[in-house]
Structure formats: C-alpha cells, structure tokens
C-alpha cells in the first residue's frame, strides 16, 4: 500500500513558477512508478508527467513540454513537478500517482493509488 501527499499548489501569475511535490510513503516492497496528471474544472482528469523506474527517461503530455519537469529524491521518497511558464489553462487540480510495476502509463485508470490533490491556479 501508497500513501501519497501532494504539496506546493497556490495561485500564481501567467508565466510564473511553482514546484509541486509528492511525499511517498509505502508498506510493502512493491516496486512502483510515479505519475502526475491534473484536472480542471469540468474536465477529465488528464496525463501530465512520469519517468521510468530507473529515473533516466521521462515523458510529459505535449501541452507541457518544455515547461515542466518531474524529478524525484529517492532519500526522501519524494516527487517533485517543477513548472514553469505557467499559462491560465494549467490552472488545475494536481495529483500525484502511484502505478505498481516497471512500467509507466498515460492513462488514469491505470494508476493503483493517488494522493489528494493540490490547486495550481494561474491568473492572466
């Protein structure tokens, strides 16, 4: 089992930066790959980004390439979803997700456990 704890959310202005972060916490030896997606009011809960199991590939939705970029710590079991260039369509609810084995997915109903969410908010 996951416990995931999403940090770092808050308004900000168009072309400004925030850093999310995602603490893990696990109770068994499973190995698992770490995700981000968002969803905006009325909307479905979409891709944002992930990376491989052994941290050396990442994968981001185009929408936010070349403007974000997932990292993690493994000391601290910790994921971070640094963005940058904000744009008022990111304005979204953030949520960190946990997909048990080596590979990584796009789709949200592929995720095994998520956290609560942080409110990323961008004005124009």
Known sequence: ???????G??????GGSLRLSCAASRRDSS???MHWFR???????????TMNWSGDS????????GRFTISRDNAKNTV????N??????????????KRGLTISTKADGMNYWG?????TVSS
């Open 1 to 7: 089992q996951v416990q995931l704890v999403e940090s």
């Open 9 to 14: 959310g808050g308004l900000v202005q168009a």
């Open 31 to 33: 190995i698992y790959t």
């Open 39 to 49: 969803q905006a009011p009325g909307k479905e809960r979409e891709f944002v980004a």
């Open 58 to 65: 990442t994968y981001y939705a185009d929408s936010v390439k």
């Open 80 to 83: 971070y979803l640094q963005m």
């Open 85 to 98: 260039s904000l744009k008022p369509e990111d304005t979204a609810a953030y949520y960190c997700a946990a």
């Open 116 to 120: 609560k969410g942080t409110l990323v």
